[in-house]
């Protein structure tokens, strides 16, 4: 069975950074995709990493976020700097067809 599992998320100042990660367990992690879903609001993808490396951002985090590939420890990571409050979202990864549990991210003062 396909486990996504996401941590490092949690209570952060505006401006301040937090870096996510992902892993899947029994699967080499190559391709993944991060959505986040703020309260009242619907899912909404953010940046995807694809098998070939490349990757693609939703403009509201485009220039501040950056996916990259840990191969070491088989583990996808979300680089998230310039935090804003309206960042503050539960945050997921999406490994195919499987989605993680969550992570929580608050940018508050």
């Known amino acids: 069975q396909v486990q996504v599992v996401e941590s490092g998320g949690g209570l952060v100042q505006p401006g301040g950074s937090l870096r996510l990660s992902c892993s899947v367990s029994g699967r080499t992690v190559n391709a993944v995709a991060w959505y986040r879903q703020a309260p009242g609001k619907e899912r909404e993808w953010i940046t995807t990493?694809?098998?070939?490396?490349?990757?693609r951002y939703a403009d509201s985090v485009k220039g501040r976020f950056t996916i990259s590939r840990d191969n070491d420890k088989n583990t996808m990571l979300l680089q998230m700097n310039s935090l804003k409050s309206e960042d503050t979202a539960v945050y997921y990864c999406k490994y195919s067809i499987y989605w993680g549990q969550g992570t929580q991210v608050t940018v508050s003062s």
């Open positions: 990493m694809y098998t070939d490396g490349s990757t």
